[in-house]
């Protein structure tokens, strides 16, 4: 065994650029269910990518996280991502950014992610019973998870001299926040994830939760390709002046 909870994958049949980029990483080979296990059980803010590196052995990861690789740069890139004080060689990365990551990026059915995206909503110690709209943590997660889609995988990927469209990271996290906000319901493709998870409800329990962002109108909140898709309409600033309004 290589280290990977899942197969690989054939790079080739995939055409979407930035697809074959994000498979190029491990991440795809891990389910988000043990991953995030691995994540959690560090049980700090930020983590030393040498104590990565210990945690997850065989050849996926010894080769993914020798120092100058794509995976460490990358690791080294995400928001929140700091030099150790301590330890100039070595960097600590945010594990908000690393779990948000994980939940686009890892293997893993839609309940898996589903749960994953919970617990980043309501932290060990919150209620465990339900989800409200106005949860203070959706602008940071969702806002961020939708960030790492966009700008941050087009950035790394330009990087690795991989010709894509790149982002205008202003105009972008606009975007973003009104891709979370909008209350726009016709047409659908201008509607909020905010108002498509709860629509006029206040608050949904647990069971709900998990059934609605499961549906196939809201499950493009956990495939990267599929954030960049949705988020085309909330480019154009006269969509954006109307969910601002």
Same mark, same amino acid.
């Given at each position: 065994m290589d280290g990977g909870d899942l197969p690989a994958v054939k790079l080739d049949k995939f055409k979407d650029p930035l697809v074959k980029f994000e498979k190029q990483f491990p991440f795809h080979r891990m389910h988000i269910a043990s991953f995030r296990q691995v994540i959690y059980n560090f049980g700090k803010d930020k983590f030393a990518i040498s104590d990565l590196k210990a945690r997850l052995p065989g050849s996926l990861w010894e080769q993914a996280l020798k120092p100058g690789s794509p995976t460490m740069t990358l690791l080294e890139s995400l928001p929140g991502s700091e030099k150790n004080?301590? #330890?100039?060689?070595?960097? =600590? &990365?945010?594990? *908000?950014?690393?779990?948000l990551l994980s939940i686009i990026w890892c293997g893993g059915d839609f309940d898996d992610k589903a749960e994953a995206l919970f617990q980043c909503l309501n932290p060990p110690g919150q209620s465990q019973?339900?989800?409200?709209?106005? #949860?203070?943590?959706?602008? =940071? &997660?969702?806002? *961020?998870?939708?960030?790492l889609a966009t700008v941050f995988t087009v950035d790394q990927a330009m990087q690795q001299g991989i010709n894509t469209k790149s982002y205008d990271?202003?105009?972008t996290k606009r975007g973003i926040k009104g891709m979370r906000i909008s209350e726009i319901e016709d047409p659908p493709a201008h509607m909020g994830f905010i108002m498509q998870v709860f629509g006029?409800?206040?608050r949904l329990d647990r069971d709900a939760f998990f059934a609605t962002v499961i549906d196939k109108n809201c499950n493009w909140?956990?495939?990267?390709n599929k954030i960049r898709e949705r988020l085309v309409p909330f480019l154009d600033e006269g969509v954006l002046d109307e969910v601002e309004a």
């Open positions: 004080d301590s #330890d100039p060689l070595e960097t =600590l &990365v945010d594990t *908000t950014s690393m779990l019973e339900g989800i409200s709209a106005n #949860d203070k943590e959706w602008d =940071l &997660v969702f806002d *961020t998870m939708c960030y990271e202003d105009l006029y409800e206040s909140v956990f495939q990267a």
